[in-house]
């Protein structure tokens, strides 16, 4: 069972690193332009608007690895050192870096806030884009997922609409992670449309912007809709918008629900191996570490 979890936990998080890579390439374009371009992308080939080169990750999927790395360094989760480590990663000129979260690494680093101001324009999709470090290390101790969660979010996004996803995202996770039960996981999800219907995936529309909702919706709407980790990534991904980031989002549960034989080999070794190592050795040492939780 132990085994189970660490294979389905590092199974999530390499494919969420997958997602990020593929997705890079097709960010930004519409469904048309993507197909009149690749037929079906489904190629870890880098390029993009990012000019990325093929293999490599972007901000999702660095900033996940800063906050992971901020847990294990600080020997526990506190939110000066998150802070302290999205301000590192900064510094290092990322390829890219949304705007809000730009701005409220910027606030940190010139007025040591740690609570970015409430904005009803930070419902993006970029705290809950790098949570996964945060579900990983509370699996065995699920008391502090909300409290820490909401914490290392609004660093930079201050908004109820991205606390809400990003929580039932990380509950979604967990549950796929212990049980493997798709069916478990469109329960909670079911539960948060009958609490906003807006969040529903039923229907869905096409949209796949970087807003928290569009992004819930595109990757629900491929996850459910799919039985199996290649078609979930690939669809969600060659659906264009924010396609790195619900392409991280969609393989982080594609990952946490078909394991690690579920990913395509060929993605596998193209994906930057480096990137592969940090992934394996922060997912064990998350699973492992001791819980110690400072707040503010
Ligand atoms: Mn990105
Ligand atoms: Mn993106």
């Not at 972007?58 to 690895?65: A, F, K, P, V």
């Not at 509370?138 to 502090?144: G, R």
């Not at 201050?158 to 979604?172: C, Q």
């Not at 395509?264 to 819980?291: F, G």
Request: hydrophobic fraction near 40%; charge should be negative.
């Amino acid at each position: 069972m132990k085994n189970e979890v660490f294979e389905r936990s590092l199974a999530a998080y390499i494919c969420f690193a997958i997602g990020d890579a593929l997705g890079a390439t097709t960010e930004f374009m519409l469904p048309r332009e993507i197909k009149e371009k690749y037929g079906i992308h489904d190629k870890i080939i880098g390029g993009g608007w990012l000019h990325l080169k093929s293999g490599n990750v972007t901000d999702d999927t660095e900033m996940s690895l800063a906050l992971g790395e901020s847990i294990l360094e600080t020997g526990g989760y506190s939110v000066q050192g998150a802070a302290e480590h999205f301000a590192k990663w900064m510094k290092k000129k990322p390829v890219d870096i949304g705007s809000t979260v730009r701005r409220g690494i910027v606030n940190f680093i010139t007025k040591g806030s740690v609570v970015s101001l409430y904005s009803t324009f930070s419902a993006g999709n970029g705290a809950a884009m790098r949570n996964l470090p945060v579900v990983l290390y509370c699996l065995k101790d699920w008391k502090w997922f909300e409290e820490m969660t909401i914490s290392q979010c609004h660093i930079t996004h201050n908004n109820e609409l991205s606390d809400m996803t990003t929580l039932v995202l990380g509950e979604v996770t967990k549950v796929l992670i212990e049980t493997g039960d798709k069916k478990a996981a469109l329960e909670i999800v079911s539960e948060l449309i009958k609490k906003d219907p807006s969040f529903s995936h039923s229907k869905y529309n096409g949209e796949a912007s970087g807003y928290i909702k569009d992004t819930f919706r595109t990757v629900m709407h491929y996850f459910f809709d799919s039985d199996n980790l290649y078609e979930t990534i690939v669809r969600t991904v060659n659906q264009g918008g924010d396609a790195d980031t619900n392409g991280a989002i969609a393989g982080m549960l594609a990952g946490a629900l078909y394991g690690m034989e579920g990913i395509p080999s060929k993605w596998l070794k193209a994906l930057d191996q480096d990137v592969v190592k940090l992934i394996t050795k922060q997912t064990e040492d998350l699973l492992n570490a001791h819980m110690d939780v400072v707040l503010l």
